[in-house]
């Protein structure tokens, strides 16, 4: 599911730039720029870790089952990515530099739970 809102041709933004259908708005865009567009529903992912603790601080910890690799990226709540990694087994993330704030946690590229920073 995903909100679209209807600007007129004449709209500022739309100055200076092709509006034709395929092409990409932004001058210097990327097909890629979307990657990190959250769902407006949380979807779980298969039960392959636990996460702790919630909220946290400066440490966050994934613990996947035994065998089980996955990639993770924290999104934060406008979509940015603040941190990624790969791993397997029990994982200490340094959150020092994140700010307080709700994060999104994304496993494997689905959504594994909502998390807060204090």
């Known amino acids: 599911m995903f909100r ?62 035994p065998g089980k690799a996955v990639d993770y990226q924290l999104i934060d709540v406008v979509g940015r990515l603040r941190m990624q990694g790969m791993g397997s087994g029990k994982m200490r993330l340094s959150t020092r530099d994140l700010n307080s704030g709700i994060y999104y946690l994304i496993v494997n590229g689905q959504s594994a739970g909502k998390l807060v920073k204090r």
């Open 4 to 65: 679209l809102e209807r600007y007129a041709p004449d709209f500022p933004a739309f100055v200076g730039r092709t509006l034709t259908p395929g092409a990409l708005l932004e001058l210097n865009g990327t097909a890629g720029a979307c990657v990190n567009i959250l769902p407006t529903e949380e979807e779980k992912a298969p039960v392959l870790l636990s996460y702790y603790p919630n909220p946290f601080n400066d440490e966050l910890t994934l613990e996947l089952a």
